[in-house]
């Protein structure tokens, strides 16, 4: 239980466009869902915090604007990076808060990630 | 001050000895959670253990195990008999009350594990 789905895995895209990167919980519903981004050799970085039927909770430092979230359901939420340019380029990987439901551990389960590249 | 202090940013060892990753935190909670996460070459992070701030036992998971040390608010993970396919980077991760779920991240440690 508790799989996370995160599509594209991995995507090239020119500077000035937008990507679109999807995460779902397949096999049960998040209430809340979190977007990070992950610089190589170093920790997860939180962006923002996506409660379903509301508005992302963004970091400090985060562009609204830039990186749009929508939480539209309990079993899918977007990030859009828009305008990208190449300082973009990185890991985004999203995860999905898992209740106690069914036994398991309520804590955060991940997606696969999705790299970015802008040109 | 770091909430979460993985002081090892590497460490080798031999396949099938055991291998203890520290981790240490600091909050003023008394109610928290402690999690360990494992980051393959690959990417995807993987849930590998739980300890909650009030739970009397430590936690075991197949070949991992929390050692936490409340009073010096150490959580350590353990894993017994390494395998090749431990080779990764492990996280340590801290959920404090009233957080909105949100984790607070180590810097994390690569295991590597050398046949």
């Known amino acids: 239980g508790a799989v996370v789905s995160q599509h594209p895995s991995w995507v090239i895209c020119k500077s000035g466009t937008s990507v679109k990167i999807e995460c779902r919980s397949l096999?049960?519903?998040?209430?809340?869902m979190f977007w990070y981004r992950q610089f190589p050799k170093q920790s997860l970085m939180l962006m923002a915090t996506?409660?379903?039927?509301?508005?992302?909770?963004?970091e400090q430092g985060v562009e609204k604007d830039k990186f749009l979230i929508n939480h539209a359901s309990l079993t899918l939420s977007t990030l859009t990076v828009t305008s990208a340019h190449p300082e973009d380029s990185s890991f985004y990987i999203c995860?999905?808060?898992?209740?106690?439901?069914?036994?398991?551990?309520?804590?955060?389960?991940f997606g696969p990630g999705t790299r970015l590249t802008v040109l | 001050a770091q909430k979460i202090t993985q002081t090892q940013p590497g460490m080798f060892v031999q396949e099938k000895e055991a291998v203890t990753l520290d981790c240490t935190y600091d909050?003023?909670?008394?109610?928290?959670?402690l999690f360990w996460y494992k980051q393959p070459s690959s990417g995807e992070m993987i849930f590998l253990i739980y300890?909650?701030?009030?739970d009397e036992q430590n936690a075991t998971e197949g070949r991992y195990s929390l050692n936490f040390q409340k009073a010096r608010k150490s959580a350590n993970l353990v894993i017994s008999a390494s395998q090749l396919g431990d080779s990764a980077m492990y996280f340590c991760?801290?959920?404090?009350?009233?957080?909105?779920?949100?984790?607070?991240w180590g810097a994390g440690t690569k295991l590597i594990i050398k046949p």
């Open positions: 996506s409660n379903e039927g509301s508005k992302a909770t963004y």
């Open positions: 300890q909650g701030s009030y």
């Open positions: 995860s999905a808060r898992a209740g106690l439901a069914g036994g398991q551990t309520d804590t955060q389960y």
């Open positions: 096999d049960f519903q998040a209430t809340t």
């Open positions: 991760a801290m959920r404090e009350a009233y957080s909105n779920y949100q984790l607070i």
């Open positions: 909050t003023s909670d008394q109610s928290y959670g």
